[in-house]
C-alpha cells in the first residue's frame, strides 16, 4: 500500500514537470484582498479567480504567455509571465463599471468547501458563505450569529463556557459527544466542540457546507463542516483599532496591525480583542447578574516566502473566558398556565421559569493554539504541510438543583490536547479536465475529564460525591483523496473517500476501569453536477458521515458504559440559478439521510452521571432554499428556508443495572429531540454613498426557529412552538473611520436554548436555559 501511494506520487509530479505555475496575490489600492478576481490567460478561456485573501495559482506552459487580471469595478490589467513564479497585482477602481446594476451576494462569494477556491455559485455542495465585506456588513462575530442566516442550522449554547449544541440537517449535537460538523479554521481540524464558543473577529470567509463531508473534512463531518479563515498577513502596512459599548455593561476594544518585516518576504498579522458584559439576566433569589462574560483573545501570524516556491507560515493564539454558568430557570409553565396541554412558555412569571439558584454559577475556558503551515510548489502540483498543537483547559462550579434551598452543586474540570499532522498533494495544473488532491492525516487526542459535587444541610448533607474521574485517548491515523474530472464541458464528476482508523482507550480511576477499542471507518463521497447553462447548476451527491463513539463514566438504567460510533448515509439533489442579469440568485436542495446509532445524552441525577446513549436507526427528510435579490443599486433582499423532518426509527434498548434496561423502542416514529422541523429567515441589506467622503451599510435580518421537541416522547409540555428573533445593523464611514449601531433581539423576545424534564431524569422540576434579552450597542473604529 505505501509503495503503491509512494509511486502515484512520484508519477503525478513526474506528468507536471512541464507546466509553469505562477501564484501571486490581487489587492486594491488601500491594500485590502480582493476575493474573486479573474485571472485568465489571455485569448483562451481558462483562469482562475483568486481567493477570499486575494491569493490566486495558474499555470501555463509557456514564458510568453500574458495573463489578464479583472474584477467588477475595477480597471483591468494585463501582465506577461516572461519567467517569473509570483506576480502581485494592485487593481485601481473605475468609476464607470460601478454604476452597473449587479447583484453582490452569493454570486461574487469565494468559498473552499471542498478545499479549493470556487465561486460558491459553481460548487456543488449546498454552501452558505460570506467574505469580509459581508461579514462586516452582517455583524459576524461568533458561530452563533452566523448560524441565523443559515438554512436547518441552529446553534445554541447553555450550562457553562464552551458547552454548545449545534443542530445541522436534523443531527443535533449531544452534550459529552462531538459536533455533527467538522470546524475547521485555516484549513486546520479543530476538534474539541467547546471551541465553537470563541469569539471570531479579523475574518476573511466564513462557511458553511451542508451534507455529510468526510471524504474531505474527515471523522464528525457526519452533517457537514465550518470552515472559518482569518485575514492573512499582508506586505502593505494597515492597522485598525475599534472600541465599542452596549447594554448589559458591554466593553469592547479591538486591535489589528498587518505589514512587512522585510517587504515581499516576510510579513506578520497582529489581532487582539478584549470584551467585558456585566450581564442582563438576574437571579431573583441571589438579586445579582448571572450571564456575565469576560473575554480576552490574542493571535499572531508570520509568513515568509523562503523562496518563489516555498512559503511558510505559523500562527499562535491564546483566549481565555470567564463566564456565568448552571443560572437554569425553574418549572417552565404551558401556555395554558398548566403542565398539560400547552407547549413551553417562555415568559417568566410568578415562581415559574425564574432563575433563583443559591450558587452564583462560574466558568472559564482558556485556549492555546498554535499550527506551522508549509507550502511548496512542484510545478503544476502543491504540496502542503500543516502541524498543529490545541490545549483547552475548561472548568465549572455552580448549582445542580437550580433552588433556593442549600441542595446539590456541581463542579467539573476538563482538559483536551490535540495534535494535528497531515501532508496534502493537489493539483495546481488549470490546464487539465482532471483535478485531484490526495494525503494523509494523523491525530492525537487526550482527554482528562474530572466531575464532582456536594450535597448540603438540606438535601441530608453537607456530603462531598465524585461522578466522574477519567482520560480518555483517540489515536486516528487517515488516508484521503478527491477527485474531479470533466466528462465534458458542462458535465463534471467527483468522487472522494477517507479511510480512518481509529483506537480509543479509556482510563477510569473512579470506577477502577480500563478499556480499549478500534474502528475502521470507510467514507466515501460520489457527486455529478451538469452546468445546464452559464447560470444553471444542477447536482447529485451521496455522502457518507461518521462521527466517533466513547465511553461513558458508568453503567446506568438510562445508558451503556460504552456508546456506539454514529454512521449517516445521505442523498441530495440540489440546484443553483442566477437570473435576471446576475440581479436574482435562487438555490435549493433536497435531501435524505439514514443514520445508525445516532447518539442522546441525558443526565441520571439519581446516581449523578450523565452520558450518551444510540438509537439504533433514525431517518431525515427536509430541503432548503435560499435567495437573494438586488433590487435597486442600493438594496438587497435576502431569505432561506429549511425543513428537516427527523424521526426516530427503531429506539432500541440501552442501560441495565441489576437487569434494568430502558426500552426507547417506545419512541418509534417520534421526533428525534432538539432538532428544529424548520427555520426561516429573512432581510433587507444597503449600501450606498451619502455623499463623495460618507458612505451608508445597513443589515437587517429576521430569524425564525420552527417548533422543538425537547424529549422523545414528543409531548407538549416539552416542545417549544417556533420564535423569531431580530437583529439589525447600521454603520456610517467617513475616510478611514466608521460608526456602527447594531442590536440583537431587538424585539425582546422570550426564548429557550435548553429544556430538560425532570420527570425523565429523576428530579421534581423541569429547568430550562433561557436565551439573552434585547441587546444593543454601538462602536467606533479607524484604520490607519
Do not use: C
Not at 322 to 336: C, F, K, M, R, W
Not at 389 to 397: E, M, P
Not at 719 to 746: C, E, M, P, Q, V
Amino acid at each position: 500500500m505505501k509503495q503503491t501511494i509512494l509511486l502515484l506520487f512520484l508519477l503525478i509530479t513526474t506528468l507536471s514537470f512541464s507546466q509553469i505555475t505562477v501564484s501571486g496575490n490581487v489587492i486594491d489600492n488601500n491594500g485590502e484582498p480582493i476575493a474573486g478576481a479573474n485571472v485568465i490567460v489571455k485569448g483562451t478561456s481558462k483562469g482562475v479567480i483568486s481567493d477570499f485573501n486575494g491569493n490566486f495559482q495558474i499555470s501555463t506552459t509557456s514564458n510568453n504567455t500574458i495573463l489578464e487580471f479583472s474584477f467588477l469595478g475595477f480597471e483591468n490589467q494585463e501582465v506577461k509571465v516572461d519567467g517569473k513564479s509570483r506576480i502581485d497585482i494592485i487593481l485601481i477602481e473605475s468609476l464607470e463599471s460601478l454604476n452597473e446594476v449587479t447583484i453582490q451576494g452569493f454570486s461574487g462569494v469565494i468559498g473552499k468547501s471542498r478545499k479549493r477556491t470556487e465561486n460558491i455559485q459553481t460548487t456543488a455542495e449546498s454552501v452558505t458563505a460570506l467574505n469580509s465585506e459581508g461579514i462586516e456588513s452582517a455583524g459576524i462575530t461568533d458561530v452563533s450569529s452566523f448560524s441565523a442566516l443559515v438554512p436547518n442550522l441552529k446553534f445554541n449554547s447553555a450550562q457553562a463556557v464552551g458547552l454548545n449544541f449545534i443542530t445541522v440537517r436534523g443531527i443535533p449535537q449531544v452534550r459529552g459527544g462531538d459536533a455533527p460538523l467538522a470546524f475547521v479554521i485555516d484549513g486546520v481540524t479543530i476538534p474539541d466542540p467547546s471551541l465553537l464558543s470563541q469569539e471570531l473577529y479579523d475574518l476573511a470567509l466564513v462557511e458553511v457546507v451542508k451534507g455529510p463531508q468526510g471524504a474531505l473534512y474527515g471523522k464528525n463531518a457526519i452533517g457537514g463542516a465550518i470552515n472559518i479563515y482569518t485575514k492573512e498577513p499582508t506586505n502593505k502596512m494597515s492597522n485598525r483599532v475599534k472600541f465599542g459599548v452596549g447594554n448589559g455593561g458591554n466593553l469592547q476594544a479591538q486591535f489589528v496591525s498587518s505589514g512587512a518585516i522585510k517587504e515581499d518576504k516576510v510579513f506578520y498579522r497582529f489581532s487582539t480583542q478584549y470584551k467585558n458584559f456585566d450581564g442582563l439576566l438576574t437571579n431573583e433569589f441571589l438579586d445579582k447578574k448571572v450571564d456575565f462574560s469576560e473575554d480576552f483573545n490574542i493571535r499572531g501570524q508570520i509568513k515568509a516566502r523562503v523562496t518563489n516556491n516555498f512559503t511558510i507560515g505559523a500562527t499562535f493564539q491564546h483566549f481565555n473566558i470567564d463566564g456565568g454558568a448552571t443560572y437554569y430557570s425553574v418549572n417552565p409553565i404551558g401556555t395554558d398556565g398548566e403542565f398539560t396541554g400547552g407547549v413551553l412558555n417562555p415568559n417568566p412569571s410568578e415562581g415559574d421559569n425564574v432563575i433563583v439558584s443559591d450558587v452564583l454559577g462560574r466558568s472559564d475556558m482558556k485556549n492555546n493554539y498554535g499550527n506551522i503551515k508549509m507550502d511548496y510548489n512542484l510545478k503544476g502540483a502543491n504540496l502542503q504541510s500543516i502541524t498543529s498543537f490545541n490545549k483547552v483547559d475548561r472548568s465549572t462550579i455552580g448549582d445542580l438543583d437550580f433552588l433556593e434551598l442549600d441542595g446539590l452543586t456541581q463542579g467539573e474540570e476538563i482538559t483536551t490536547k490535540t495534535f494535528n499532522q497531515e501532508l496534502r498533494l493537489s493539483n495546481t495544473n488549470t490546464d487539465t479536465k482532471f483535478d485531484w488532491s490526495l494525503g494523509g492525516f494523523y491525530q492525537n487526542i487526550k482527554k482528562n475529564v474530572y466531575q464532582n459535587g456536594t450535597t448540603g444541610v438540606d438535601f441530608g448533607g453537607p456530603d462531598a460525591y465524585d461522578t466522574a474521574d477519567y482520560v480518555n485517548e483517540t489515536n486516528t491515523i487517515a488516508l484521503f483523496g478527491f477527485g474531479d474530472y470533466k466528462i465534458t464541458d458542462k458535465l463534471t464528476f467527483s468522487a472522494g473517500f477517507r479511510y480512518d482508523i481509529d483506537k480509543f482507550s479509556q482510563v477510569d480511576d473512579l470506577f477502577v476501569t480500563s478499556s480499549e477499542r478500534d474502528n475502521n471507518e470507510f467514507q466515501p463521497k460520489v457527486s455529478l453536477s451538469y452546468q445546464a447553462s452559464k447560470k444553471v447548476l444542477l447536482y447529485a451527491n451521496y455522502g457518507r458521515g461518521y462521527r466517533n463513539g466513547g465511553y461513558n463514566a458508568d453503567l446506568t438504567d438510562l445508558f451503556n458504559r460504552e456508546f456506539d460510533d454514529e454512521t449517516s448515509d445521505n442523498y441530495e439533489f440540489g440546484f443553483k440559478t442566477t437570473t435576471w442579469n446576475d440581479r436574482l440568485i435562487f438555490n435549493g436542495s433536497v435531501f435524505s439521510s439514514k443514520l445508525t446509532n445516532q447518539q442522546q445524552y441525558i443526565l441520571d441525577l439519581n446516581t449523578f452521571i450523565a452520558g450518551v446513549y444510540n438509537y439504533d436507526e433514525t431517518k431525515v427528510f427536509g430541503f432548503e432554499f435560499e435567495t437573494r435579490a438586488r433590487l435597486t443599486n442600493y438594496l438587497d433582499v435576502f431569505a432561506s428556508f429549511g425543513s428537516s423532518d427527523a424521526e426516530i426509527v427503531e429506539g432500541g434498548t440501552t442501560g441495565g443495572t441489576d437487569g434494568t434496561t430502558t426500552d426507547n423502542s417506545n419512541y418509534n416514529g417520534n421526533k428525534t429531540p432538539f432538532v428544529p422541523v424548520s427555520t426561516f429567515g429573512i432581510g433587507l441589506e444597503s449600501s450606498f454613498n451619502i455623499t463623495d467622503s460618507v458612505k451608508f451599510n445597513g443589515f437587517i435580518n429576521l430569524d425564525t426557529t420552527g417548533k422543538t421537541y425537547y424529549h422523545e416522547s414528543n409531548l407538549a409540555k416539552h416542545t417549544t412552538d417556533a420564535y423569531s428573533l431580530l437583529d439589525a445593523r447600521i454603520g456610517f464611514s467617513y475616510k478611514n473611520w466608521k460608526l456602527d449601531f447594531w442590536g440583537k433581539n431587538l424585539t425582546d423576545k422570550q426564548y429557550y436554548q435548553e429544556f430538560s424534564p425532570g420527570e425523565f431524569v429523576g428530579s421534581p422540576d423541569d429547568v430550562a436555559w433561557r436565551g439573552r434579552p434585547l441587546s444593543i450597542g454601538t462602536a467606533i473604529s479607524l484604520r490607519f
